[in-house]
């Protein structure tokens, strides 16, 4: 079952950084949504804010948000960082702005591989213990070749 919570951030020009990380309890499965990125009140008119994201993971360094009091006070980007590192800066302006979404810690089961091909052993070992079965497999394909070849016969 998954968890949730919420994830909040203010960067300004005295903290124009700050960092998300996986929980080490939660190596897989987990991810941060981002909602709504929103300038604050307090931000200066005619001044650009923006917003720039860097993942670890994926080496992605891109912006994200373009803010601009009295014009864009918000956006909505709904972006999803999966099992990364990730970095939020406001490489231009002074801010106040407000970044927040959804930390999301799903219980992923990992499979292991060989116990699946194993599984797998398993079956094809029970399916060599009924020789009966498959003979009445074989039988029952045989019957239908023949079939067929009688009614191609008949055609002819």
């Known amino acids: 079952m998954a968890e949730e919570s919420f994830y909040g951030v203010t960067l300004t020009a005295e903290s124009n950084s700050v960092t998300w990380d996986v929980d080490e309890d939660y190596a897989r499965g987990q991810k941060l949504v981002i909602k709504q990125i929103l300038l604050g009140a307090e931000a200066k008119d005619n001044e650009f ?39 939020f800066k406001l490489i231009k302006g002074s801010g106040p702005v407000y970044i927040h979404g959804h930390n999301i810690k799903d219980d992923v089961e990992v499979v292991d591989m060989e116990e699946e091909d194993e599984e797998d052993d398993v079956a094809e070992d029970e399916e060599d213990e009924h020789p009966k079965k498959r003979a009445k497999i074989e039988q029952n394909a045989a019957a239908a070749a023949g079939d067929k070849n009688a009614k191609n016969n008949k055609k002819k």
């Not at 917003?51 to 601009?68: G, R, Y």
């Not at 009091?69 to 970095?87: I, L």
Request: aromatic letters at 6%; hydrophobic letters at 40%; proline letters at 5%.
């Open 49 to 87: 804010n923006v917003v720039e994201v860097n993942t670890v993971k994926d080496s992605v360094q891109i912006p994200i948000a373009v803010l601009k009091a009295g014009e864009t006070r918000a956006v909505n980007p709904d972006v999803e960082f999966y099992e990364s590192k990730v970095t």
